[in-house]
């Protein structure tokens, strides 16, 4: 099963605007990590946000966390052609074991 | 090596068979894992280790499915009789501690045919 639900499913947008991404998870969490995977390839860690945070910047990434609302975004400012992936997030609860659970994803595609 | 490391890059397989996949982890790095990612899906929790410990087998899909990281080291997944439904990538990532950024391997792209 998959804890993390991301929306939109797909995204497609132009070099140069913003892409939004969000999350929304089912239980309390220690943090919530944000990972890219480019196609037939492996994940690459974005971001890591602890429960504690609310907004956390990495160059052109800025994520939030809402912990009341269960959910969290990811931005890529300035997006460029090469910032097409997908991109997943993870959580890693609160109780209950050592997982990470990943959602289902959001596809972007930036047209140059 | 670097990075997380896993063999074979791809499987082809006939219905019934045994596989047998090697994930070899970062040096030094306490935990691991294995996720099964069909396509176009997120990647699912299968298994955990710490060190050698397998500390969660919750999410291996049938008693088909055994993981094991004897000396906290490498680790192997096995699939025996292998069935159309477990073709997928099957990826193994590590991490310095329990919880925290994990490093994924290319992952091992296995098809039964």
């Known amino acids: 099963s998959q804890q993390g639900e991301e929306d939109p499913q797909a995204l497609s947008i132009q070099e140069g605007e913003n892409a939004t991404m969000n999350c929304s998870y089912k239980?309390?969490?220690?943090?919530l990590q944000w990972y890219r995977q480019n196609s037939g390839r492996g994940l690459v860690h974005l971001i890591l946000?602890?429960?504690?945070?609310r907004e956390k910047h990495s160059g052109r990434l800025r994520v939030t966390l809402d912990t009341s609302k269960k959910s969290s975004s990811l931005l890529i400012t300035a997006s460029r052609a090469a910032d097409t992936a997908s991109y997943f997030c993870?959580?890693?609860?609160?109780?209950?074991?050592?997982?990470?659970?990943f959602g289902a994803g959001t596809r972007l595609f930036v047209k140059a | 090596g670097a990075g997380v490391s896993q063999s074979p890059r791809y499987k082809v397989a006939k219905r019934g068979q045994d596989v047998a996949l090697r994930c070899d982890p970062i040096?030094?790095?306490?935990?691991l894992f294995w996720y099964q990612q069909a396509l176009g899906q997120g990647p699912e929790f299968l298994t955990y280790?710490?060190?050698?410990?397998?500390?969660?087998k919750s999410g291996l899909p049938s008693d088909r499915f055994f993981a094991e990281r004897p000396e906290g080291s490498v680790s192997t997944l096995k699939i025996q009789r292998t069935q159309q439904e477990d073709s997928a990538v099957y990826l193994c990532?590590?991490?310095?501690?329990?919880?925290?950024?994990?490093?994924f391997g290319e992952g091992s792209r296995l098809t039964v045919l």
């Open positions: 946000i602890r429960s504690n945070e």
């Open positions: 990532a590590s991490s310095r501690r329990e919880t925290g950024e994990l490093f």
């Open positions: 239980t309390s969490i220690n943090n």
């Open positions: 280790f710490q060190n050698e410990a397998q500390l969660d």
């Open positions: 993870a959580t890693d609860a609160a109780t209950g074991g050592f997982k990470t659970i």
């Open positions: 040096s030094g790095h306490v935990s």
